[in-house]
């Protein structure tokens, strides 16, 4: 058996297409990720994953999603809750961290009910200039200096955390 491609697919849609099923076969990507476009409802979103791993033909295929909380997420109501941004729990100051746990912890729960395996949580920046504004100015907004200080540590509370 063959390594997969290190890549990672999207599909256009809820639903998988026969000629998405048979490129995923013939390309055999690494994983997928899903988008605001492939969740409508729970059962359905569960089925998209098992057939996007069934067309690798890897049930452990890995499938990703980006569910910061805010104003970055995928899984919306009705059918999810809606959960706080690391921007919004950061001000909550030295309980921030448990605060920003209890949230991750949360989001993990629905997306382990959906078969789903990865968040893309931004990663906590290290310079002045975060790399998700400079590749996207819609994915970060501006923020005052300290408040980005208490995001990071907010977010390295969350990559830190023992589970």
Request: glycine share 4%; charged share 25%.
């Amino acid at each position: 058996m063959s390594k997969p491609c290190a890549v990672i697919f999207g599909c256009a849609g809820p639903t998988l297409a026969p000629d998405e099923r048979a490129f995923f076969r013939a390309a055999d990507p690494l994983g997928f990720i899903l988008f605001q476009r492939n969740c409508v409802e729970p059962e359905q979103l569960r089925r998209l994953v098992v057939d996007l791993r069934d067309s690798i033909g890897r049930p452990d295929a890995p499938v990703l999603i980006d569910q910061e909380g805010g104003r970055v997420a995928r899984l919306r109501p009705p059918h999810w809750r809606t959960y706080p941004s690391a921007a919004r729990i950061a001000p909550l100051g030295a309980d921030a961290p448990v605060a920003a746990r209890a949230v991750a912890r949360l989001i993990a729960d629905d997306l382990d009910r959906l078969g789903i395996t990865v968040d893309c949580l931004p990663v906590p920046p290290r310079s002045p200039m975060p790399l998700a504004r400079v590749c996207s100015p819609a994915v970060s907004s501006p923020s005052s200096s300290t408040s980005r200080v208490m995001e990071e540590e907010t977010s390295t509370a969350i990559w830190r955390a023992p589970w």
